[in-house]
């Protein structure tokens, strides 16, 4: 059992059609027919969303994403249209919106990794290799690859796992040039990512992108079939959509705390997920009982983890 410990009623604001409640957006759509994305302070962990908010955290996760758009511009297209919320929306909304064009999104999270660790090392461990991918023996958590690798995994829905698949489940589900483009895109752009990262300190260890085409007519989704016989502009751009390169999509570890051969402290939510596995949150994950509350110093903890990986990376803080 997992999903939302306590899922909240969407926001009515006039001229917006509700459409979906994800696990840290709620996605509207305008009369224009763009699609209005709103992200909210909630903190998923262990397919759970959790009761506890984190402050700032949707500001956060917005205005990073903006400015990696930025840096990326020249590799590939975003969704972004404007990030003034509608009108006669909540003034929480202000720092937390995005309107963006819809896209026919793609039923693939495009995984890459330049480090070995999470769900990537437990395979390893057993197989020796990553969604089918052979790598070195000696491996050890935090490892650096030899290069950094395409590993997709299946989108999942609140309360789901997401699943790493090799490559040719991919190209079985969008048609093989489709493939190949998701393949060489998530890697140019987590290569420009690494590079802006180390740069400032940051070990960018994986990220995961969703991408899609421009839809017409308002579409949002296409579905597997379509792109695999080509029915579903797979000939078109592809354009990346959601969030990009934030730490709640992203390993970010710091370049002087890198050791191999052990869990590396990330700017992320692992703090949280470290206080629920632990002694003191009393939760069994494995129970069916929803996780409790956070305490406050979990929260605050989390709020700076956020907070200190937006300085790092854009050269600014946080206001």
Request: net charge negative.
């Amino acid at each position: 059992m997992s999903g939302f410990v306590d899922k909240p009623e969407p926001v009515q604001v006039p001229g917006l059609v509700h459409v979906h409640t994800g696990k840290v957006r709620d996605l509207y759509r305008n009369e224009a027919g763009e699609l209005v994305m709103v992200a909210s302070d909630r903190i998923s962990a262990y397919d759970w969303v959790l009761p506890t908010v984190i402050p700032d955290k949707g500001r956060i996760l917005t205005q990073l994403s903006q400015w990696w758009f930025e840096q990326l511009a020249d590799l590939v297209p975003h969704h972004v249209l404007s990030t003034e919320p509608p009108p006669g929306a909540p003034a929480d909304w202000a720092g937390r919106t995005v309107v963006c064009r819809p896209l026919r999104m793609l039923p693939v999270e495009c995984v890459a990794r330049g480090y070995l660790t999470g769900s990537g090392l437990a395979e390893y461990e057993q197989t020796r290799t990553v969604c089918g991918l052979a790598l070195p023996e000696g491996l050890v958590d935090g490892s650096e690859l030899p290069a950094p690798i395409f590993t997709p995994a299946t989108k999942a829905e609140v309360g789901e796992h997401d699943e790493n698949v090799a490559y040719e489940h991919v190209a079985r589900q969008v048609g093989a040039e489709v493939a190949a483009r998701l393949r060489q895109l998530t890697l140019d752009v987590y290569d420009r990512g690494r590079v802006l990262a180390r740069d400032r300190g940051i070990i960018l260890a994986d990220t995961k992108f969703e991408f899609g085409f421009a839809a017409a007519g308002g579409s949002t989704g296409a579905t597997a079939e379509g792109l695999a016989d080509g029915t579903a502009d797979g000939g078109g751009q592809l354009v990346l959509g959601d969030e990009v390169l934030t730490p709640d999509s992203s390993r970010f570890w710091l370049v002087d705390d890198w050791e191999p051969g052990r869990a590396q402290a990330s700017f992320d939510k692992q703090y949280v997920r470290d206080w629920l596995s632990g002694p003191e949150s009393g939760w069994d994950r494995r129970s069916e009982q929803p996780p409790p509350e956070l305490p406050a110093h979990v929260v605050e903890r989390t709020r700076q983890k956020y907070t200190e990986a937006y300085r790092l990376l854009t050269g600014t803080p946080f206001e």
